[in-house]
């Protein structure tokens, strides 16, 4: 299963981005899915994570300015971000929990896209 992300550049702060991720390859189901970020010289952190129910949780930083959204039947994720500051700039990562069969799943990621906001 590959993940493939999109939406990524450069933005004035105030602007706006909107972030895509599509998963291809054979999938039986995508549970969880979410988008995390990884600035220069710190952790890879979690952004914001919606499972295949629509339950939805942010990093509070991100509260009010990002929305996340799926959709289930063609396996895509999204994330609008709006009012973008010069601490969002990161690499954002696309991951999901995807099942093969009703077995057996596991963790897939994407290779990252570059957001960069400019004070």
């Known amino acids: 299963v590959q993940l493939a992300e999109s939406g990524g550049g450069l933005v004035r702060s105030g602007g706006s981005l909107r972030l895509s991720c599509a998963a291809s390859?054979?999938?039986?189901?995508?549970?969880?899915m979410a988008w995390y970020r990884q600035a220069p010289g710190k952790e890879r952190e979690l952004v914001a994570r919606?499972?295949?129910?629509?339950?939805?949780y942010y990093l509070d930083s991100v509260k009010d300015r990002f929305t996340i959204s799926r959709d289930n039947a063609k396996n895509t994720l999204q994330m609008l971000m709006n009012n973008l500051r010069p601490e969002d700039t990161a690499v954002y990562f696309c991951?999901?929990?995807?099942?093969?069969?009703?077995?057996?799943?596991?963790?897939?990621w994407g290779q990252g896209t570059q957001v960069t906001v400019s004070s």
């Open positions: 919606i499972t295949r129910d629509g339950e939805i």
């Open positions: 991951n999901a929990e995807v099942h093969i069969n009703r077995n057996y799943g596991y963790e897939s």
């Open positions: 390859g054979r999938i039986y189901r995508v549970n969880n």
